[in-house]
């Protein structure tokens, strides 16, 4: 994979020459150009999907990043895509991600899910919903509730500046119940040590959350086993949260 930006994906997208700045992660490190953002894409299926229903999606009160379609009207060229730039940063306000996440569900109600794609995220995600050993499997039970489009990494794709409200770059699809995308928050919010454990309680209110954090927790532990991930870093984090959700849905049985 290349990492320059090809001059005929700026032509597909009438953007001319001018330098290109890498980006970080919440840009999936692609390059800005004026106001453009390019970026590779992993899986044109889901990044079409992405791009197409960013397009038209109004959240209130989250700003959603819009594609840019090329020339003849794609929205991925030569495995690239482009997006309006907005300005803010990756920000550990996990709180507000989480009301913007269901927020963010709210309008993603009557969506359509592209078709899953078979890699290690859509493995990780089947297996969380599996009955499990151990401790964990002792506290789960099924979650009754209609599945729906949702967002699998949100946390790492809203961006904040100053007032202005929050600002989403892309979109991951993963289809499960409503709650799921802001649980996802949570246990990421958790593992990266941004959020203190009162958060649950915070959020104590939401339909079936405790089942949802419990399988969001599963679901990132599968992707860091599925991807053979050794870092002691990442290891120690995942027993650290699985141990304060263990304790905390326990307590709340």
């Known amino acids: 994979m290349t990492n320059q930006l090809p001059d005929h ?3 597909a997208f009438q953007v001319g020459a001018g330098p290109a700045e890498q980006l970080g992660q919440v840009w999936d490190y692609g390059f800005r150009v004026g106001n453009t953002v390019f970026s590779k894409v992993q899986s044109p299926e889901n990044a079409g999907w992405s791009s197409k229903t960013r397009e038209s999606l109004k959240p209130e009160g989250v700003r959603v990043v819009r594609p840019i379609r090329s020339t003849d009207g794609r929205f991925v060229v030569a495995g690239w895509r482009a997006s309006v730039f907005s300005t803010g940063t990756v920000s550990k ?3 507000e991600t989480v009301v913007a996440a269901l927020r963010l569900a709210d309008a993603l109600v009557d969506s359509h899910a592209p078709e899953p794609v078979d890699n290690v995220f859509h ?3 089947t297996t969380a919903w599996e009955e499990q050993p151990g401790r964990i499997g ?3 039970h099924s979650v009754d509730r209609v599945n729906q489009v949702g967002h699998a990494d949100m946390l790492a794709t809203t961006l904040y500046s100053g007032t202005q409200p929050p600002a989403v770059t892309d979109l991951v699809p993963v289809l499960r119940p409503h709650g799921f995308t802001a649980a996802l928050v949570i246990v990421d919010g958790l593992l990266l040590g941004a959020v203190d454990e009162g958060i649950l309680r915070r959020f104590s209110h939401l339909p079936d959350i405790d089942q949802l954090v419990l399988r969001a927790y599963l ?3 599968n992707i860091q086993e599925l991807s053979e991930n050794n870092d ?3 290891i120690s984090n995942l027993k650290r949260v699985e141990t304060t959700l263990v304790s905390y849905v326990s307590d709340t049985l």
């Open 93 to 95: 306000r996990v709180d």
């Open 138 to 140: 002792e506290l789960l």
């Open 123 to 125: 493995r990780a995600d």
């Open 9 to 11: 994906v700026r032509d």
């Open 219 to 221: 679901f990132r532990r």
């Open 232 to 234: 002691p870093n990442v």
